[in-house]
Nanobody
Framework: QVQLVESGGGLVQPGGSLTLSCAASGTIFSIYLMGWYRQVPGKQRELVATIASGGRTNYADSVKGRFTISRDYAKNTVSLQMSSLTNEDTAVYFC????????????????WGQGTQVTVSP
């Protein structure tokens, strides 16, 4: 079992910056992909950014140039630096770990964090 714990959400003014962090804990042999998704009420959860084990990143078009995802492979953490925030970025942000292997030759599992609220408002 793996737990993902997010931190760093909160209230920020338009144009401001915020950094989200997520730490994976438990029995972890490897994690292929870590990333961030977000969801607003009444809408589907959407991808924000992901980073693979080799360092390849993927961003939603709406956040390119404003958000930066990074990962500490030794600590199994992932961070999302967000800048030039707008009210369109207001959402619950979820950390995701995909294709987690607990032991060598073990099966792969996906995990989600509980989410952290980001509110962009004057």
């Amino acid at each position: 079992q793996v737990q993902l714990v997010e931190s760093g959400g909160g209230l920020v003014q338009p144009g401001g910056s915020l950094t989200l962090s997520c730490a994976a804990s438990g029995t972890i042999f490897s994690i292929y992909l870590m990333g961030w998704y977000r969801q607003v009420p009444g809408k589907q959860r959407e991808l924000v950014a992901t980073i693979a084990s080799g360092g390849r990143t993927n961003y939603a078009d709406s956040v390119k140039g404003r958000f930066t995802i990074s990962r500490d492979y030794a600590k199994n953490t992932v961070s999302l630096q967000m800048s030039s925030l707008t009210n369109e970025d207001t959402a619950v942000y979820f950390c995701n770990a995909e294709r987690v292997v607990h032991t060598m030759w073990g099966n792969e599992y996906d995990y989600w964090g509980q989410g952290t609220q980001v509110t962009v408002s004057p």
